[in-house]
């Protein structure tokens, strides 16, 4: 399918945006071609390339051969009308592209008894690309010209070519090697692609005395409304002066440009047209989806600083409840010999009045037990288990917890002081079953790690802000979160049914009707990936555990009461822009690329500056609201560029993975131990 659209947009591509030629080196590299014939320079405008060194042949005195580039469009019929009107001919040198949109009209030129020539498929400078892309160019247009009329013809003019005696010695080659075609250059171009007004244009078409003459105008390109009125201006001036208007062929003396199509160019033809109309008809698509993307995204953008000013609101009149419960702090560890000692020392030194530290190692083959036992510190516990994972691990620790608020901690993350204190208040409410925590990226100095560090403050805090306000909460991070244990109980503990056992847990929680709310002021920092294939393990197995999650709770889609609001809340947002969005992300943005060759590149452009200018503003507010410095925000625009995709082919990859029924394994990240024992300053 991505085949496809490529080669959609790349055929398309060349269709819109005029040149699509070599690299400037290739083209410096025939400065050395074949010098252009004096001959051919001072000569006429008509040139058979078969006699590549002869001059051009000139029309008669009182002679007009009006030409028309760049069509077939939807101003060639009103050209048309005119030309018809004073019974005058004219030749039309047609882009192969473009015939497809108006087949009709190229019947009616034959109809006419005016001739149609080549004017290569996508419009490059011949000068500028290979002989073989110059012979797929040319013979392309040719069949598509078969097909519609069932006749080939011998007339060609190159894309931008004017005078014979501006020729270059690049043109020249490209004209040497075209075939045995009649290449039709101009004496005179009116410059109607330039718009300059109506008598500008019939003042440039315009012979001296009784001068015969090839007149370059234009039936496509863009607006050619100057073109058509000049026309009606022109040719009855001409008439009157004793000119006579006629075609290429007729004006130099031969019968006819045209030869019978084969069967076989005529199928080819057919072809050629029907890969073009179906490549249309795709970019028109992805332009639409292009704008509605962009439409969603700004409008999720704006819908979450609304639902986050809120949020702040209510979090600035909350504080921290007077009379506190005792808590039990449960740490699943395996392999944690690198954070664990961080981890457990800042949990210690929490300004909180009864609480626990209780470490569950998990079979650990490091020094992760030895590490914990050799630290001796008061309300510090260790609990062995054979390697189970980490929701047995959870499990394990809850069942052996002491008090009745139990918070659950990754082995990898530091605790500010005052973050017991802040996760804890928010239950002083009885209808709140869990709380979410403010995690923070620790190791940030890195490109990897600003990008994530953006991602933590700017997605997942205010879309957690938002769902808090909703009340259709989808996850408690890992990392810092508060439970009941009542709550705990009543969902059946941490469930090992999918990877992401954290959105697992807190979409069960809100089915059984607790809420669960996000406490801003309660960070913790935890060390995030530091390689893209870290990054990359770490978010395939978030992304296909959520959509796991989602699967296994999507009968709250049709429930009542609280886990209805749940599920027609928070599973159809996660569904549209965690999953269906970032699934046609890549099509998207190559859309964005494609335009950068075409008309609508400048459209296109001020599009995404649009949304990257939202997305700025958004973040602006997400630094303020999380007491973050703004200066890492010069990383944004190149997220948008290259850390955003990544994210769309982790979601790519596991929608595949869920297609094809692969079970996915744990991935567990390497830890480097880079966060001390204090938490980092915020910057």
């Not at 060349?14 to 001959?39: C, F, K, M, N, Y």
């Not at 607006?223 to 130099?252: C, E, N, W």
């Not at 002491?402 to 901690?409: A, P, S, T």
Request: proline share 6%.
């Amino acid at each position: 399918m991505l085949l496809l659209v490529v080669g959609a947009l790349l055929t398309v591509a060349g269709v819109t945006g005029g040149t699509l030629g070599e690299h400037p080196v290739q083209i410096a590299a025939r400065a050395g071609a074949t010098a252009v014939p004096s001959d051919v320079l001072h000569g006429g405008p008509i040139l058979d390339a078969t006699r590549p060194t002869s001059a051009g042949l000139r029309l008669p005195a009182r002679t007009i051969a009006l030409t028309f580039d760049d069509g077939p469009s939807d101003y060639t019929p009103e050209v048309l009308d005119v030309l018809e009107h004073y019974g005058v001919p004219a030749t039309f040198f047609v882009i192969g592209a473009h015939i497809g949109a108006h087949q009709s009209v190229l019947r009616r030129m034959v109809a006419h008894g005016d001739e149609i020539g080549v004017h290569t498929f996508t419009h490059p400078d011949l000068g500028a690309v290979s002989a073989s892309r110059e012979s797929v160019e040319i013979s392309t247009t040719q069949v598509a010209i078969a097909a519609v009329t069932g006749y080939t013809t011998d007339l060609l003019r190159p894309p931008f070519a004017s005078e014979p005696s501006s020729l270059t010695p690049a043109e020249w080659q490209a004209i040497s090697r075209a075939g045995p075609y009649r290449v039709v250059l101009t004496d005179l171009d009116s410059e109607d692609w330039r718009k300059p007004g109506v008598s500008s244009i019939v003042a440039g078409a315009t012979p001296s005395g009784d001068d015969g003459a090839v007149v370059m105008m234009h039936d496509g390109g863009g607006d050619r409304s100057q073109t058509v009125a000049a026309l009606k201006r022109f040719i009855p001036a001409m008439l009157a002066r004793g000119y006579r208007f006629t075609t290429i062929s007729h004006g130099i003396g031969v019968a006819s440009p045209w030869s019978h199509a084969t069967a076989w160019q005529r199928i080819r033809g057919t072809v050629v047209l029907g890969a073009v109309g179906m490549a249309n008809g795709l970019v028109a698509i992805l332009r639409l989806l292009f704008i509605c993307v962009g439409v969603l995204a700004v409008l999720r953008v704006l819908v979450l600083l609304i639902f986050a000013r809120r949020h702040a609101g209510r979090d600035a009149t909350a504080g921290p409840q007077s009379d506190l419960p005792g808590v039990s702090i449960i740490v699943p560890a395996y392999n944690e010999e690198a954070g664990i000692e961080a981890c457990v020392r800042t949990l210690l030194a929490s300004q909180y009045p009864q609480f626990e530290v209780i470490v569950v190692d998990d079979g650990s083959t490091d020094e992760t037990a030895s590490i914990v036992t050799d630290l001796g510190l008061p309300g510090l516990r260790l609990i062995h288990q054979d390697n189970a994972g980490k929701p047995a691990a959870l499990n394990t620790g809850i069942a052996d917890a002491r008090h009745d608020v139990l918070v659950l901690v990754d082995g990898d993350t530091v605790f500010e002081p005052d973050a017991l204190m802040q996760l804890v208040a928010p239950l002083a409410d009885p209808t709140v079953g869990a709380v979410s925590g403010n995690t923070k990226v620790g190791n940030r100095s890195g490109l990897i790690g600003r990008w994530q560090h953006v991602e933590y403050v700017i997605g997942f805090n205010l879309d957690r802000r938002m769902f808090d306000v909703l009340r259709c909460m989808p996850t408690v991070p890992g990392a810092i979160g508060a439970f009941r244990r009542r709550t705990l109980d009543q969902v059946g503990g941490v469930s090992d049914d999918t990877l992401a056992e954290d959105t697992d847990l807190t979409m069960a929680i809100c089915r059984a009707g607790w809420r669960v709310v996000y406490a801003p002021r309660a960070r913790a920092w935890t060390e995030a990936p530091s390689t893209l294939g870290q990054l990359w393990r770490q978010r395939y197995r978030w992304c296909y555990g959520t959509m796991q999650a989602m699967w296994k709770h999507r009968r709250a889609v049709i429930q009542r009461g609280p886990a209805g609001q749940f599920g027609r809340r928070g599973l159809p947002y996660l569904l549209l822009f965690q999953v269906l969005l970032p699934l046609l992300a890549p099509l998207i943005d190559l859309t964005a690329a494609y335009s950068l060759f075409t008309a609508d590149a400048r459209v296109l452009g001020l599009t995404w500056l649009g949304f990257l200018a939202v997305q700025f503003v958004g973040a602006v507010y997400a630094f303020r609201l999380d007491g973050e410095r703004l200066r890492t925000l010069w990383a944004l625009p190149l997220q948008q560029i290259v850390y955003r995709q990544l994210m769309y082919l982790v979601v790519v990859e596991s929608v595949a993975t869920a297609a094809y029924g692969v079970r996915l394994r744990w991935h567990k990240l390497v830890r480097t131990g880079t966060l001390e024992a204090a938490p980092p300053v915020l910057s």
